[in-house]
């Protein structure tokens, strides 16, 4: 079907964007694709690994010869974008995706443009990374993660699988919500733990303050359970904004439940704290495992290795005997013994199996994931 699209401009060319590039000059390699990028380190790398055709100068000039338009930017740059659309004439219909956070705003504002020739299908893939621009690219990143598609009501069918087509190189599983449905479910499972993660970083800085250890002490399971509050502070201010009404009423929820944990605690109420425990761990194990969410999966392996000189260079050598390459790699330095740990971090899962099974068959290392 995606022979009909002959000519794709995308912007924004950094970890989505340049990842959707990659998928589609794959899979459909007839495309031209154009890209366009306020980073021109991003546009290069793009261009040097063949995920764009051609660099583009001008917004109106490239959007009026498309055939698709990818907006792969923060919800507030894309609407932007997208109110430009309206006094741009078009001479033949425009598909117009975007990959953004949120679809509420982005949704209201589709409705209200009365360009005729546009035809908007929302886009969020539930992939990502905490690494940017272009260099953090990968064909893979979207594969078997959600991919949630929010058509706009003058969309017929035919176009949503027009898109899917042409994205179809992400291997990703589509699936069809309203904008409420999504920003409801993102609200809760993607926004609203890194808002409480930041928060706890903070909290525990407060005691670093007084207590120096604990920044020491906080660098194992404190440091992974809030990870995700390393990421980019911009992009988080503009997804808070964007869904502001669906966080104020969760958040209000959850200061009601940190009030009723906060009275068991004053109570002693040992039942009903035990029960929240028990409760909160089966509803964690009943999750699925290994699955793409609306919080990216960290693709890590941590590898306790003996305190002898050369062992962190024998690891990298085994791997890169082996062309599996390392996006990270950090010593946690919270233990006494004469074990130290590793953790590699890899752009995928099938890499961090490779690793596994390479450094395990080695037999001086024991390796695990969290």
């Not at 009723?260 to 002693?268: F, G, R, Y």
């Amino acid at each position: 079907m995606s022979v009909r699209f002959k000519r794709i401009l995308i912007i924004g060319t950094g970890l989505i964007g340049g990842s959707l590039c990659l998928n589609i000059k794959k899979e459909h390699p007839q495309i031209t694709v154009v890209g366009m990028d306020a980073n021109r380190h991003s546009l290069e790398g793009a261009l040097e690994a063949h995920g764009i055709d051609e660099i583009g100068t001008d917004f109106a000039s490239e959007v009026v010869k498309a055939d698709v338009l990818l907006l792969c930017t923060p919800v507030k740059q894309t609407m932007a974008f997208l109110s430009q659309l309206n006094d741009i004439k078009l001479v033949k219909p425009l598909l117009v995706s975007d990959v953004g956070s949120t679809k509420g705003e982005i949704m209201t504002l589709v409705e209200s443009l009365v360009n005729e020739q546009l035809r908007f299908v929302g886009g969020h893939p539930m992939a990502g990374s905490h690494k940017s621009g272009f260099i953090a690219a990968d064909v893979n990143l979207f594969e078997n993660a959600y991919y949630v598609l929010t058509p706009s009501s003058t969309v017929t069918a035919e176009t949503v699988e027009h898109l899917q087509d042409l994205l179809k190189g992400t291997r990703g599983k589509f699936v069809e919500m309203t904008a409420v449905e999504h920003d409801q479910i993102t609200g809760v499972v993607s926004h609203l733990p890194h808002i409480i993660a930041s928060a706890l970083v903070r909290h525990n800085q407060a005691l670093v303050e007084q207590l120096p250890m604990t920044k020491k002490l906080a660098a194992g399971g404190f440091r992974d359970i809030t990870r995700i509050a390393s990421s980019d502070p911009a992009m988080w201010t503009d997804i808070l904004l964007s869904n502001q009404e669906v966080l104020i009423s969760e958040m209000k929820d959850w200061q009601g439940q940190m009030s009723d944990i906060l009275n068991w605690l004053e109570s002693a109420d040992r039942q009903t704290i035990f029960n929240f425990f028990a409760s909160a761990k089966n509803s964690r194990d009943a999750l699925p495992q290994r699955k793409s969410g609306a919080i990216p999966a960290f693709n890590d392996l941590f590898v306790q290795v003996p305190d002898h000189p050369g062992e962190i260079a024998k690891v990298t050598g085994i791997l890169a005997g082996a062309n599996v390459s390392l996006i990270n790699l950090k010593i946690i330095e919270n233990r006494e013994d004469i074990f130290g740990t590793l953790q590699l971090t890899f752009k995928n899962q099938q890499d961090v199996k490779i690793a596994y099974d390479l450094l395990t068959q080695d037999g001086n290392y024991t390796c695990y994931e969290k």
